[in-house]
């Protein structure tokens, strides 16, 4: 089975840190995306990547940014944490674009303090 | 925005009953995918069907696609207690010849009474 794996299931920060969340999979998929999920909202996609090096923006991008130096690694990095980035951030990836399904992480809920 | 728009919000029924999410989007699609989440985890994928398809069987799941409609349904049937998580549809929109993305909506909150 394909795994996503999120480096931390819960992860507490100061409002201005540097935030980095990791996720690797170990299935040699092309595409990763990051999304986060609010109550009310569901889930809103923030940044993806289609291919090594490369990164497109979402829906809601603003405040985040991405790296992917290898083709399992996906980082989001929040640059400057703020309170209105408490959520649950979900780490996907699939095989390729335009028909297959995708495989999620199981999450990371940051708490901004 | 979002894309999807998922009917009903909550839906609560006694074990071995049926039950029915609709979903309706607005752009076209490449395909459109149903997921589960359990509580606080992550989404696992259930069906996926095709704009050229109009329903779909996995299980006791039953999906259905109206391409004219915009719109989709997810049937559980003979549900059960373990079937208690939030529903959520996706729909798969082109982004360029070779790309694209998955849009969700906002879900649906089954529970299941035993």
């Known amino acids: 089975d394909v795994k996503v794996t999120q480096s931390s299931r819960y992860l507490v920060k100061r409002t201005g840190e540097k935030v980095f969340l990791e996720c690797v999979q170990d299935?040699?998929?092309?595409?990763m995306f990051w999304y986060r999920q609010d109550p009310g909202l569901g889930l809103r996609l923030i940044y993806f990547?289609?291919?090594?090096?490369?990164?497109e923006k979402g829906d809601i991008p603003e405040g985040y940014s991405v790296s992917r130096e290898k083709k399992e690694r996906f980082s989001l990095i929040l640059e400057s944490a703020s309170t209105n980035q408490t959520s649950m951030y979900l780490c996907?990836?699939?095989?390729?674009?335009?028909?297959?399904?995708?495989?999620f992480g199981s999450g990371t809920r940051l708490t901004v303090v | 925005s979002q894309q999807g728009e998922e009917d009903p919000q909550a839906l609560s029924i006694q074990e071995g009953e049926n039950a029915t999410m609709n979903c309706s989007y607005k752009t076209s699609i490449n395909n459109l995918q149903w997921y589960r989440q359990n509580s606080g985890r992550g989404l696992v994928h259930l069906i996926l069907?095709?704009?050229?398809?109009r329903e779909k069987h996995s299980g006791r799941l039953r999906v259905t696609l109206d391409t004219s409609k915009k719109s989709s349904s997810l049937l559980i049937t003979a549900s059960r207690a373990a079937d208690t998580a939030s529903y959520f549809c996706a729909t798969d929109v082109k982004i360029s010849s070779n790309t694209g993305k998955l849009i969700f909506g906002q879900g649906t909150t089954l529970q299941v009474k035993p």
């Open positions: 069907i095709r704009s050229n398809e």
């Open positions: 299935m040699d998929h092309e595409n």
């Open positions: 996907a990836s699939s095989l390729w674009s335009g028909g297959t399904s995708y495989t």
């Open positions: 990547s289609y291919d090594v090096k490369m990164k």
